[in-house]
């Protein structure tokens, strides 16, 4: 059974274990060090401990009482501050497990019940098919190419860029 909960102290260990692996890294935005200690997982959780409560989602992904990724939603700013940006993974032992796919559909019912915000996006590499899956699952509609839009590990990436839009 999967559920979200907000990040405690005590997930710091289980979180530096997740994301000490390349595959998931790889599959993430540059800024997190690598090897990534506890030290850096508490500095995480505390971030979202800390943040605006109407501004950030931040949330441990539990599978059968296990924390086994994260997930966050990120109001954007400006004019688009009605729209929020999506993120998400797994570890790697639990890749295919549909584990993401019912994380995102938690985590966006919660922004779309309790705020106003009325569009979540994410931009995924291309190449991760199982990432687009996910979305595809949730209804996210993808909205077009981004051609060269990522420089990571030495060469330009292209993104998708899809939306699921509160009716």
């Known amino acids: ?3 979200l909960k907000e990040w405690s102290q005590s997930d710091a260990e289980m979180l530096a274990e997740l994301l000490n692996d390349r595959r ?3 599959n993430l935005r540059d800024g997190l060090p690598y090897p990534y200690t506890q030290d850096d997982a508490l500095f995480y959780i505390n971030s979202c401990l800390s943040a605006d409560k109407n ?3 931040c949330f441990a992904i539990v599978y059968n009482g296990k924390v086994v990724g994260s997930i966050g939603i990120f109001r954007q700013g400006n004019i688009h501050f009605r729209t ?3 993120g998400y993974y797994v570890g790697v032992d639990y890749w295919g497990a549909g584990i993401c796919t019912e994380a995102v559909r938690l985590a966006s019912e919660h922004v779309f019940n309790n705020t106003d915000i009325v569009r979540i ?3 995924p590499f291309a190449e991760n098919i199982a990432s687009c899956r996910v979305l595809e699952k ?3 509609v993808l909205e077009g190419i981004l051609r060269k839009n990522a420089y990571k590990n030495g060469a330009f990436r292209d993104m998708k860029m899809y939306s699921l839009v509160k009716e």
Do not use: C
């Open 121 to 123: 996006y994410a931009e």
């Open 55 to 57: 501004n950030e989602f």
């Open 84 to 86: 929020a940006e999506l």
């Open 24 to 26: 998931i890294l790889d």
């Open 138 to 140: 949730n209804g996210f």
């Open 1 to 3: 059974m999967v559920k």
